[in-house]
T-cell receptor, first 109, second 116 residues
Framework: SQQGEEDPQALSIQEGENATMNCSYK?????LQWYRQNSGRGLVHLIL?????REKHSGRLRVTLDTSKKSSSLLITASRAADTASYFC?????????FGKGTLLTVNP | EAGVVQSPRYKIIEKKQPVAFWCNPI?????LYWYLQNLGQGPELLIR????????DSQLPKDRFSAERLKGVDSTLKIQPAELGDSAVYLC??????????????FGPGTRLLVL
């Protein structure tokens, strides 16, 4: 079963633009993580935000978490063609990660 | 530092045949995970090991799937017999385990299985 649900399912933007992806979940969590998956490859961890945090930054990434709404967003600023990938949110509870279906981001050069 | 290693990367078999996947986690990572990823979906946990103990195998279809991590390091996931619906990517991941440091999982490249 999948808890997280990303929105939109697919997103196409031009290089240099910002990309925002959203994630909603259903049950209580310890943390929420975002992963990236390039075509045909494994997942790469991007960022982790704990349930008592509201916002976190890492390079061009900004993640927010609203536990009252059970939602999170991932913002990628100044996107590059190399950011083209699927992005998954995963809710963490007791060392178990539950992934959503992902958002397919295409950054056009 | 070497990442999670999986082999083979691709496997094509006929239905009813057995198949096995191997995973070597990052050195020092006590926790090992096997995930199944269907096309267009996120990964779904099959089994989690803490050292050599399977602490969560509730999602593993035990009639045809088995896994082992005998010495608490590398692990093997087996399917016998394989069915058409088993075609998917099988991902292995590892983490430090225990405490806050163990929350981030590191994934291998996966084994893409095609059952004909």
């Amino acid at each position: 079963s999948q808890q997280g649900e990303e929105d939109p399912q697919a997103l196409s933007i031009q290089e240099g633009e910002n990309a925002t992806m959203n994630c909603s979940y259903k049950t209580s969590i310890n943390n929420l993580q975002w992963y990236r998956q390039n075509s045909g490859r494994g997942l790469v961890h991007l960022i982790l935000i704990r349930s008592n945090e509201r916002e976190k930054h890492s390079g061009r990434l900004r993640v927010t978490l609203d536990t009252s709404k059970k939602s999170s967003s991932l913002l990628i600023t100044a996107s590059r063609a190399a950011d083209t990938a699927s992005y998954f949110c995963a809710t963490g509870s007791n060392y178990k990660l539950t992934f959503g279906k992902g958002t397919l981001l295409t950054v056009n050069p | 530092e070497a990442g999670v290693v999986q082999s083979p990367r691709y496997k094509i078999i006929e239905k009813k045949q057995p198949v096995a996947f191997w995973c070597n986690p990052i050195s020092g990572h006590n926790t090992l995970y096997w995930y199944l990823q269907n096309l267009g979906q996120g990964p779904e946990l099959l089994i989690r090991y803490e050292n050599e103990e399977a602490v969560d195998d509730s999602q593993l279809p035990k009639d045809r799937f088995s896994a082992e991590r005998l010495k608490g390091v590398d692990s093997t996931l087996k399917i016998q017999p394989a069915e058409l619906g088993d075609s998917a990517v099988y991902l292995c991941a590892s983490s430090l385990g225990g405490g806050l440091r163990g929350e981030t999982q590191y994934f291998g490249p996966g084994t893409r299985l095609l059952v004909l």
